[in-house]
């Protein structure tokens, strides 16, 4: 499955990372970050919010652009009106990396996302090194995950975490762990299919409290007119902005029907 090679992937380079940059040493660099931005407040908002990805390519779809600058590219989300920007940083599958995740945050006054696939507090250190507001978790990652402490490490380092859910029992668990604001992943990430279906049945279980963002397989204004209606605060938008012909008219056309 895709899913299983990207963690054991993810294992090989985390530890070659780890062996190169001492966690001395991203401490170091975390002492000099700025101060972050809220992705909370910026999803606390009348309407829905667009969340834009900057996503190189994928294991499903191949590759959305190239030559992508993320300074750019974060200049003009901002510009089209997201809300929030978020940059893949694996490099391997998706073509990313943390200079991506700097140059972006660098370029705009949105709060940034790091999406990955964190399975190591070193993950979480080095999202807070490179400028990132808010990390991804994904529940139910890997057998020995501890969300709770991976969301206290988090919180520590001053972020916040979008907590990712697929099923009703990822659910109970991130709930249970403390997420404040959570991710509907409505791609299965072991078969890659995707349906809008997942978020409406999932919010359904969700305390008001809590603050909804749904993702992947977002393309048009009906469906985030589809996904205002289950009652998310947010959409996470990638393979369709960039993919488009005009990525500025594609995201303005979201965040207009988020309005």
């Not at 407040?41 to 992508?68: H, T, Y």
């Not at 945050?105 to 999406?115: E, F, M, N």
Request: hydrophobic share 45%.
């Amino acid at each position: 499955m895709i899913l299983d090679d990207i963690v054991a992937r993810k294992r090989l380079d985390v530890a070659a990372r780890a062996g190169h940059a001492q966690l001395a040493d991203l401490q170091t660099r975390l002492a000099r970050r700025t101060p972050t931005r809220s992705l909370w407040r910026a999803l606390d908002q009348e309407g829905v919010g667009v969340m834009a990805e900057i996503k190189r390519r994928s294991p499903s779809a191949g590759v959305f652009a190239e030559n992508v600058d993320p300074a750019a590219w974060a200049t003009r989300y901002q510009a089209g009106g997201a809300v929030a920007i978020s940059v893949l940083t694996d490099e391997p599958f998706f073509g990313g990396n943390h200079a991506d995740l700097a140059a972006a945050r660098a370029a705009t006054d949105l709060p940034v996302l790091q999406k990955d696939f964190v399975i190591t507090d070193y993950q979480v250190f080095e999202a807070a090194a490179y400028g990132a507001d808010a990390v991804l978790l994904i529940t139910g990652l890997t057998p020995d995950q501890d969300l709770a402490a991976q969301l206290r490490l988090v919180h520590r380092l001053g972020m916040e975490a979008l907590v990712e859910v697929h099923t009703e029992e990822e659910l109970d668990d991130a709930l249970l762990a403390g997420a404040r604001i959570l991710g509907i992943n409505n791609r299965n990430l072991r078969e890659f299919t995707t349906d809008l279906a997942v978020t409406e049945e999932l919010c359904k279980l969700i305390p008001e409290e809590i603050t909804i963002v749904s993702e992947s397989g977002v393309h048009t204004a009906h469906d985030v007119e589809r996904l205002a209606a289950a009652g998310v605060s947010g959409v996470l938008v990638g393979e369709s902005i960039m993919t488009a012909d005009d990525p500025l008219e594609q995201l303005r056309m979201l965040v207009e029907a988020g309005e």
